[in-house]
């Protein structure tokens, strides 16, 4: 299995607060991927990295910002969260063939988290 | 837009059965990637395809490329294989990954 780490596993946070999540790989791959997953809505990117320093934004950005200061490590965060973000957030990885779809897609084991 | 169907939305079966678990997308597509997520677990990519037929194990996945189609069969079913299956597609533009809203499939023993 590839080596991704997600952390925390869970997370239990005040409206407001800022969290911050972490995605941890072991396999030098380029790519990195924050997806958040709700009943009815499926895997929704979040925003995605193709290098270090090199971020992008998905389909529901709002709210959220990124960073990756090494290849290793791509961080989500939450600047205020709301009831709204509680979800399930999962990180990917793909490898260098491209930025979607052209390579096999490796996930972390996600980070439950609730804004109350 | 492309837009990932997946049918049927929850599927029940017993052990042994064939099964299949079908995604259909609207625009051209690089790749088609099946994946597989146990209750309360990880997501684990199964298959990569852009054409033709993939075989692992019980796990059969087929493209039709002209059609806009893809099916995830899996023979001799267990329960162990009771999973979310989620279909996810990437265009041809390179521009995004979209993925359906998953199969439910439960085997009882």
């Known amino acids: 299995d590839a080596g991704i780490t997600q952390s925390p596993r869970h997370k239990v946070t005040e409206t407001g607060t800022p969290v911050t999540l972490r995605c941890h790989q072991t396999?030098?791959?380029?790519?990195m991927y924050w997806y958040r997953q709700d009943p009815g809505h499926g895997l929704r990117l979040i925003h995605y990295?193709?290098?270090?320093?090199?971020?992008d934004k998905g389909e529901v950005s709002d709210g959220y910002s990124v960073s990756r200061s090494k290849t290793e490590d791509f961080l989500l965060t939450l600047e205020s969260a709301t009831s709204s973000q509680t979800s399930v957030y999962f990180c990917?990885?793909?490898?260098?063939?491209?930025?979607?779809?052209?390579?096999?897609?490796?996930f972390g084991n996600g980070t439950r988290l609730t804004v109350t | 837009k492309n837009e990932v169907e997946q049918s049927p939305q929850n599927l029940t079966a017993q052990e042994g059965e064939f099964i299949t678990i079908n995604c259909s997308y609207s625009?051209?597509?690089?790749?088609l990637h099946w994946l597989q997520q146990h209750p309360g677990g990880g997501i684990v990519s199964l298959f990569m395809l852009s054409s033709g037929k993939k075989k692992h194990g019980r796990l059969i996945a087929t493209i039709n490329i002209q059609e806009k189609h893809s099916s995830l069969h899996i023979t001799a079913s267990h329960p162990r294989d009771s999973a979310v299956y989620i279909c996810?597609?990437?265009?041809?533009?390179?521009?995004?990954?979209?993925f359906g809203e998953g199969t439910q499939l439960t085997v009882n023993p």
């Open positions: 396999e030098n791959h380029r790519y």
């Open positions: 996810a597609v990437g265009e041809t533009s390179g521009s995004r990954l979209t």
């Open positions: 990917a990885i793909s490898g260098n063939r491209g930025r979607y779809g052209n390579s096999p897609l490796h």
């Open positions: 625009v051209g597509i690089s790749a």
């Open positions: 990295s193709y290098g270090v320093k090199d971020t």
